[in-house]
Each structure stands twice: as structure tokens, then as C-alpha cells.
């Protein structure tokens, strides 16, 4: 958090409670962003999407231009909701759309809480009220610090790139600590830059960048109704972001090294985890095999508890591997923890040293090397490790 | 356990202890089976295939008849073991073929165990030859102890039925508590049928009773290398059934239910388990669906920590179904637990009364029915929650 944070021009941020869930704790963001702006949104893939979720994509379907403004409330996900759910979304984006004088369209709310109950639509919208007599862009600490739910600490990334004579800014934040896996889980994630970028290419430029980061972690295979990311760019004339250009390819870049850190920052605060963990599965025959194997090693729970308890049992590794569908054999199949080699031909390693192996398993991060030696495709998947904690935290919450 | 057993007529269990990673405690089984025993085996679906299920599977493709034995050993997996696994493995049967004058191929091994770790064949061996001095009929309890792991309990199933004239006994144990999954995981199964049964009629009934069974129970959905289950016909001259005969069909069901019940005993002991939970998914489109349904919902670290919790977290489990690929559409779907309304039409239920759903999540035992109401099918699966101490039994134990 001692980093710079830098503002993006026309981008304001306000935040205040709704007194409800959480106290006094501010819980309510709003976010206003400039005319020229340019908004790609990507939701869950859960068939349960919370009832603004619904209106969002509803509503980005059909925005015209003009100022745009995000609600963001944390403390209830609005979902499972029935009718009223609906209702009550609408009754305070168009009362903040009256206030700030927008179409209702270019209003997008965004939820994060707890599941089925009813929204106390009257105090939040009080705290977006009180919100937007607060905004300033430099709010950016209590932005991400009002959508944490069982986080326990904001996440921001924040960077500058120059390209020529010009420098670019972009900064984000999310939050998400549970129920993460593709489809980017209970996960809400703001991106900004500092640029003008046309819709389509920002899109592509999003896209990319969640499947290599959002996408490409895993808590415990559970996804959220609620999950959405926004990429904004501002649409500053000054600085003009030709289609296809290079300067688009270094931004794309720094925008997926963006998402890529705000993913990891998620891993190292996932519920109960004491250790980040990276699955590399390599020389698999497609992509499709690459992930399914880094995915099923990722989520299995004999895994996931050897690597809380330092315990380097490769046999649970190359049994998860064994389990997964895409695989016809294991006899090639090498295995390392943190370069120790554990695994080579299915069987343990003539190399293997419990001591190494050992020491190896007590860091914090750990990469877990699967080579298949059947193809060339890659593919790296996040994940936490499975904690008591993680059981209590999830026991106790109604969440 | 006060139940009567039933011996079978023919079927002879010595115990002994291999004096390795469990003390002086019995860890090894050997079985002999009269002459005219039928045998159906199947195996783990697990690419990773311990060195003995290997051997199994080849022996048993080329068994000829004549008298045979199971040889089962507790303590050591023997998978990822190599080339010196299968040496091993094929050095004990061999040696026990020639003391009881069998030919190799009639022996047929199991085991279970610590992954990866090189097999103290000499122990295992003198265990062995030793139960063969101690054979008896009547060594069931024996039996259902020297096999188990981590299981706290032994679990036998012993059921007569009378048709016309004549009484059929089948007596049946198995172990197993973690690692369980379709495939029926971490899981060996021995059940024997005082009949003579030919060989299809007797792998039909086995498959049927699997599916109904050990692939309809899950712990954490991991499967292991050494998953096993047999069926034997002892081949008794005064009990014939015939193919297709209503006789057939009578001691095929109540083979089916001996699994059912060997399965539910399985779940009840399953790593830290405090509650045994069915899922019920019924109109469902197809099998493949209430399947899929089914495991997804039974598969989710955050249903099945909030069933520990006894919390009546309905937006967890319609958030999984919602996340299950084969779902279009939630909109349909109702959820009770313990016949207690909790969704209905994809919302909270009207009915809804916290009161009530929290009483009913209080019970040990736990019936989550899912009707999608799109379909006629149904399936269900058994499954444990998810606690603190399963945890702290596999982030301890290498298994």
C-alpha cells in the first residue's frame, strides 16, 4: 500500500456506510467516471447471477454514452432475490441516476455479500448519497477497502507506462477471498487507464487479460453469482490509443501484469490460506488437457491439505493426475516442488530426497511442476492451500 | 457388529501382522476360496494403478479354475513403486501360490496404504504365510479389521434371504474413508455369495451394485491407485441359480443392498465426518445431469462447510447447482432439506422459516433434495461433511 497510487483524470471515488451489516464501517462505493469514457464488463458464469448483475448487463447492453457511474455495495450480494431483488437494484440506481442527472442505462450496480437475503435498499441508498457528496479522485485506499467482504486487506495495483513522449496511468482494485475459481468467482475487480481506447479494443484487451489471471485461479472451485470485472478507459483525447498500434500491445501488456497481480493478491488473502500456490502443467497435447489437469490438482482436497501440512506426498499429486479424464497414461509424467524433483516416469524419482523434498514444502510460495511429456501446451493455475481455517471461517458465515 | 455373520460355505480368512507402519496390529489378510468359486474384480479407473491392482488385473484376465486367494495388505499402497513395485508384489503372490500349491495367476492381490514408498516385501510375506495357519471360516471381524487405515471402525454387511426352499447367505466388509469418489476411490470391497453363479450373471450384479453403490458416494472427490472390489460366488452344487431366474434377480437385489449398506457405512466413517448427507436430484433432463448435479452440489468445499456448521445456507447450494455445466437455467429449481422448503422457482420460498431450516440442518443425518423440475430423472449420492478434523487428518498423515 506504501506504493504510489496515481489518479486517472475524470475518475472520482466516494464512499460511506449503510449501516447495516457491518456497522459503521464504510461499505457503499460510488464511482463517477468522465464523459468520454469506454466500459468493458464481464460477469459470472454462474445460471445464478444476482439481480444486478441482470441489470448491468442489461444496462450495458443498451448505455448510450454520457457520464457513467458504478455503485458498489458490499455487506449483501442482492442475489436469489425473486422480484424484489430486481426492484429494489432499480429503485436506488435511478434515484443515484436522478441525482446525478444520467440516463438510468449508465448507471451499473455491482453486489457482493450475502446470498437470498433482502437488500435493505433504503440504507444504502442513503451511504450513495452521502457518497457522492464525497467524491474526489484520490479515494482510491477507501474505494478498495469499502467492497472487502471476508478480505482482510484492499487490494490496489497501481502503474505507469511510458510509450514515446507519453505517459499512461492505470490503476485497479478488487477483492475476493472465497468461492474463486474460473468464471472469476465472488470476485469484483475496477480497472482504470489513463487513455483513450475504443470500445472493441478494450474488450479484446480484457478478455485477455482475465484468462490469465482471474480465470486462472482457484480457491476452492466455487463460483459467485455476483462475480464482475470492469476495465475502464477514460477516453482521454490527449491520449489517443491507436487501434492495433504498439503502444496498444504495451498497454494490453501492462494491463494483464495488472490483473495477473491483483489475482495473486487474492491468493495470498483466499480464505484460511497460509501458503500460494502455483500449478505449472507443461508439454500437455492442448490446452484444454493443460487446464483440466492444472485445474483438478489445484481443487483436490488431499492435495490442498498436504501442502498446509509441508507434507511433499507426491502420490496425492500424480493420484490427482492420474484422476483427471484428459489423462491416458502416466508413464511419462515428471514432477517437481519448487525444482526438487519428486516424480519422473509415474514413479518416484530416483533423485528423490525427502530432506530436499521437505525443505522445499515449508515455503510460503510453492510451485508444483507437472510435466506431462506428451505435447508442448502450458498452462498455470493459482491456488491457495486448505486450512482449518478455511473450515472455520466457512462454518461460521453465512456468507 | 452384534449382528450375526454368516459364514460362507468354502471361504476360509487368516489374519496376521507385518509388524511395519502399525505395530503389532494385524494388517494382513489372506483369503482362500473353494475350487468352485466364481470371481468378478473391478478395479480403480484411475490412470495411476498400484503395482498389485496391475498384476490383479492381469491375473485375473487369465485365470484358470482351480482353488484361489485373495492376499491383502494394509499399510502400503505399493503404486508409484516401479518396476521394483510389480517385483515385489508378483515375489509374494508367488511364493504364497507355491505354499498353497496354486498356480500364480490364481492368486490375486490388493492393498492400501502410504503412495510411493518402497514395499517391505519380506514382512508382508512372513504376515502372509503366517495367516495361512490361522485360516478359519469364521474370521470375518478379523478380516474387516486387518484391512483398514484410517477407518475407525470395521464394516461388515452379513444378509440371509430364503427363496422357495432354500436360504442364501452373502457376507460382505470393505474399508475406506477418504480419497472416496466414483471409481469407488480408496476403497476395497470384498462380499461373497454362498451360490453357485456363473461368471457374467455374477459381473452384471457386481456392476449394478457398484453403480447404485460405491459410485454414488464421495468424501472429496479424489480417487485413489488401489481401489478394489470383488464379488464372489463361492460355487456351491446345492444352491444353483440359474441365469434369469427370479432367484437371480431376488440375490442380485439383495447384493445391492449389501453394497448400498457397506457404502453408507463408508460415508458414516469418512475422514472427520460428523454427518452423513444425501443429495437427491430428481427431474432432472437426464442421468448425465442429475449426476453431474448431484456430485457438483456434493463436491463443494462451501456446501459441504456449511452442512458441518449446520448452517441452512441455501445460496450455497443453489450456487452450485447454478455453476454445474449442465444447468441452463435456475429458474425452475427447488431445494428442501429434510423436506424443509428452502428454494423455490430459483428464489428463497415463501415457505421459508430460518427456524425451521435450522432445526432440520441440526440432524446428523442430512437429505438435500434438488428437484430441477425439467425433467424424470433422478440419481443421488452420499457424501460427509467438510470439518476441522478432516483436515487436520490429512494435512498430518501421509497417506
Same mark, same amino acid.
Given at each position: 500500500m506504501a506504493k504510489k497510487i496515481h489518479n486517472i483524470e475524470g475518475v472520482q471515488l466516494g464512499t460511506a456506510s449503510s449501516h447495516t451489516r457491518y456497522g459503521d464501517k464504510e461499505d457503499s462505493l460510488?464511482?463517477?467516471? #468522465?464523459?468520454?469514457? $469506454?466500459?468493458?464488463? /464481464?460477469? @459470472? &458464469?454462474?445460471?445464478?447471477?444476482?439481480? #444486478?448483475?441482470?441489470?448491468?448487463?442489461?444496462?450495458?447492453?443498451?448505455?448510450s454514452s454520457g457520464v457513467k457511474a458504478f *455503485?458498489?455495495?458490499? =455487506?449483501? !450480494?442482492?442475489?436469489? @432475490?425473486? $422480484?424484489? =431483488?430486481?426492484? %429494489?437494484?432499480k429503485s436506488y440506481c435511478k434515484a443515484i441516476a436522478s441525482e446525478l442527472n444520467l440516463k438510468e442505462e449508465n448507471v451499473i450496480p455491482f453486489s457482493t455479500g450475502?446470498?437470498?437475503?433482502?437488500? #435493505?435498499?433504503n440504507n444504502y441508498l442513503s451511504a450513495f448519497l452521502e457518497a457522492? @457528496? /464525497?467524491?474526489? #479522485?484520490?479515494n482510491w485506499v477507501k474505494a478498495a477497502n469499502a467492497i472487502l467482504t471476508t478480505d482482510t486487506r484492499p487490494k490496489i495495483i497501481s502503474k505507469q507506462i511510458t510509450i514515446g513522449k507519453q505517459t499512461f496511468s492505470i490503476t485497479g482494485?478488487?477483492?475476493?477471498? &472465497?468461492?474463486?475459481r474460473p468464471d472469476f468467482a465472488t470476485l469484483l475487480s475496477f480497472v482504470f487507464i489513463d487513455a483513450k481506447i475504443n470500445r472493441r479494443s478494450l474488450n479484446k484487451m480484457h478478455a485477455e487479460a482475465l484468462d490469465c489471471s482471474f480465470n486462472a485461479i482457484t480457491v476452492d472451485g466455487d463460483t459467485s453469482p455476483n462475480d464482475s470485472s470492469a476495465l475502464v478507459a477514460n477516453g482521454n483525447e490527449a491520449?489517443?490509443?491507436? @487501434? %492495433?498500434?504498439? !503502444?496498444?500491445?504495451?498497454? !494490453?501488456?501492462?494491463?494483464?501484469g495488472i490483473f495477473k497481480e491483483l489475482a495473486e493478491l487474492l491468493i495470498e488473502d483466499a480464505e484460511g490460506a497460509t501458503k500460494k500456490i502455483k500449478i505449472s502443467v507443461s508439454k500437455a497435447n492442448n490446452l484444454q488437457q493443460a487446464k483440466s489437469v492444472a485445474f483438478t490438482v489445484a481443487e483436490s482436497p *488431499?492435495?490442498?491439505?498436504?501442502?498446509? &501440512?509441508?507434507?511433499?506426498?507426491?502420490?496425492r499429486i500424480l493420484s490427482a493426475v492420474g484422476r483427471d479424464r484428459t489423462i491416458k497414461t502416466i508413464e511419462n509424467v515428471q514432477i517437481k516442488v519448487n525444482d526438487v524433483p519428486l516424480v519422473k516416469k509415474g514413479n518416484i524419482d530416483p533423485k528423490y530426497s525427502e530432506a530436499k523434498a521437505s525443505r522445499a514444502m515449508k515455503k510460503k510460495e510453492i510451485l508444483i511442476q507437472i510435466i506431462l511429456n506428451t505435447g508442448k501446451t502450458e498452462f498455470e493455475v493459482l491456488t491457495s492451500d486448505l486450512s482449518e481455517d478455511y473450515v472455520l471461517i466457512n462454518s461460521d458465515y453465512r456468507s
Open positions: 460510488l464511482i463517477t467516471l #468522465p464523459k468520454t469514457a $469506454q466500459v468493458s464488463c /464481464k460477469f @459470472t &458464469g454462474n445460471k445464478l447471477k444476482a439481480a #444486478p448483475v441482470q441489470l448491468a448487463i442489461n444496462n450495458l447492453s443498451s448505455y *455503485l458498489i455495495n458490499a =455487506g449483501n !450480494a442482492n442475489a436469489a @432475490t425473486g $422480484q424484489q =431483488g430486481m426492484k %429494489n437494484v450475502v446470498i437470498g437475503e433482502a437488500l #435493505p435498499v457522492n @457528496t /464525497k467524491l474526489s #479522485p484520490k482494485f478488487a477483492k475476493g477471498s &472465497g468461492m474463486i491520449k489517443l490509443v491507436e @487501434t %492495433n498500434s504498439k !503502444a496498444e500491445k504495451k498497454i !494490453a501488456q501492462c494491463v494483464k *488431499l492435495v490442498k491439505t498436504a501442502m498446509f &501440512g509441508s507434507d511433499a506426498n507426491w502420490g
